[in-house]
Structures are given as structure tokens and as C-alpha cells.
Nanobody
Framework: VQLQASGGGLVQAGGSLRLSCAAS????????IGWFRRAPGKEREFVAN???????GYADSVRGRFTISRDNAKNTVYLQMNSLKPEDTADYYC????????????????????WGQGTQVTVTS
């Protein structure tokens, strides 16, 4: 199983980026895929997740600005990031599990078995 994250880059505050997480090796259509991020000098934190294509969750810090979506035909999950802020600067990682996680478990990175490499997002002021 491989997760390939892409789409990071350098953007000014207020701008947008779309991250992609392409899965290969198995399908996660009934599982949960999440995005996490780690900013320099900080702990890894939950950003957003999607379960079974339509159950979505967001961190308070990104709700209303970020949108997670899923294309099961392409086995790919997207994270549309709008109104980016300098504090969104981080390495972003996608993670997946074949389990349909309950709400309380979706934000815990320990519940995800598969991880992609990070894609760097830098937001300048």
C-alpha cells in the first residue's frame, strides 16, 4: 500500500492550494483517510478526515477554509485549502486506514495504519 501526497507549495496569505493523496495497492472506499500536519517545532496535529466518502471532520483551526473530498474512482482524496494563513505553514501528511473510524477516533494519528510522505506548504505574509 502506498499513499502519494502532492500539491504543496509556496503561496501568499489569502491564497489557495489543493493537496492530493493518491492511494495504490488497495482501496479505502469504506475506510477513513485523514490529513495531518506538522509545523516546525510543533507536534503533529489533525487537519481533516473523510470516511466512506461523505462523513467529514475538520480541526477548528481550518473549518470553513479547508474542504476535504474524495474520488473513489481514482482512489484519491483532496484537501482544498483556501484563505491560507501563515500559521498553516507545515508539512502535510495523508494517512489511511481500512477501518471506518468512529468520530472520537478519527483525529488520533495512531489509528491510521498507512502514511504517505509529507508535502510542504509554506504560506507567506
Amino acid at each position: 500500500v502506498q499513499l502519494q501526497a502532492s500539491g504543496g507549495g509556496l503561496v501568499q496569505a489569502g491564497g489557495s492550494l489543493r493537496l492530493s493523496c493518491a492511494a495504490s495497492g488497495r482501496t479505502f472506499s469504506t475506510g477513513t483517510i485523514g490529513w495531518f500536519r506538522r509545523a516546525p517545532g510543533k507536534e503533529r496535529e489533525f487537519v481533516a478526515n473523510i470516511r466512506s466518502g461523505y462523513l467529514k471532520g475538520y480541526a477548528d483551526s481550518v473549518r470553513g477554509r479547508f474542504t476535504i473530498s474524495r474520488d473513489n474512482a481514482k482512489n484519491t482524496v483532496y484537501l482544498q485549502m483556501n484563505s491560507l494563513k501563515p500559521e498553516d505553514t507545515a508539512d502535510y501528511y495523508c494517512a489511511a486506514t481500512t477501518s471506518g473510524l468512529i468520530v472520537s477516533a478519527r483525529t488520533d494519528p495512531n489509528n491510521y495504519a498507512y502514511w504517505g510522505q509529507g508535502t510542504q506548504v509554506t504560506v507567506t505574509s
